[in-house]
């Protein structure tokens, strides 16, 4: 599975939108784009995936780049329920291999 | 509410006991995945079964075992427990192996 990045942290004020950036330059065709958070403690949350076309759901907007090596998931109207870790997975059709690998994720602090 | 069972939520023992992790997934969900997640660690993949089979391991000790049973509920085994066990066990499921990931809520064990 391709490795993505993610800044460490980053601040959003409650109400705005919150983008979070995720840059996966070695994806491959078969490979989606996954983002799960997950709020302190509790058991990660998945949230949306793409492969291609930008996604919207009830909790957010996946916005993929045309040549697939990065995207950025957009929380429209971010409140304080909306502080935790972010994390961004490049993932293959089939599964992967070896599980769902989490790295550090991108801590989401949204200030009230 | 993620429809992932896991049980106990919290379970605290001394080093050298053993101890069973239960998990049950998703109605309709064919995948379990284990997960271990330390205080200093981040999220890491354990074992992954798949209709009973084992499809995938990752980092798991010998001295952690775990099963898929006909009815799909999970068990993880830990035994000969050490201080540096205690940590967060999630349990996942899927659909199949490509398909999003949904979360218990975890057990606690604490080795003392």
């Known amino acids: 599975d391709a490795k993505t990045t993610q800044p460490p942290s980053m601040d959003c004020a409650e109400g705005r939108a919150a983008n979070l950036p995720c840059n996966h330059s070695?994806?491959?065709?078969?490979?989606?784009v996954y983002w799960y958070r997950q709020i302190h403690s509790q058991g990660p949350q998945y949230i949306i995936h793409?492969?291609?076309n930008n996604e919207t759901n009830e909790m957010a907007s996946l916005i993929i780049t045309e040549d697939r090596k990065s995207s950025t998931l957009i929380l429209p109207h971010a409140t304080l329920r909306d502080t935790a870790v972010y994390y961004c997975?490049?993932?293959?059709?089939?599964?992967?291999?070896?599980?769902?690998?989490f790295g550090k994720g991108t801590h989401l602090i949204i200030q009230p | 509410d993620s429809g992932v069972t896991q049980t106990p939520k919290h379970l605290i023992t001394a080093t050298g006991q053993r101890v069973t992790l239960r998990c049950s997934p998703r109605s309709g969900d064919l995948s379990v995945y284990w997960y271990q997640q330390s205080l200093d660690q981040g999220l890491q993949f354990l074992i992954q079964y798949y209709n009973g089979e084992e499809r995938a391991k990752g980092n798991i000790l010998e001295r952690f075992s775990a099963q898929q049973f006909p009815d799909l509920h999970s068990e993880l085994n830990l035994s000969s427990l050490e201080l540096g066990d205690s940590a967060l066990y999630f349990c996942?499921?899927?659909?199949?192996?490509?398909?999003?990931?949904?979360f218990g809520n975890g057990t606690r064990l604490t080795v003392t």
């Open positions: 996942a499921s899927s659909v199949w192996g490509g398909s999003p990931l949904h």
């Open positions: 997975i490049a993932l293959d059709s089939g599964g992967g291999a070896d599980g769902l690998t």
């Open positions: 793409g492969l291609k």
């Open positions: 070695t994806i491959s065709g078969n490979e989606y």
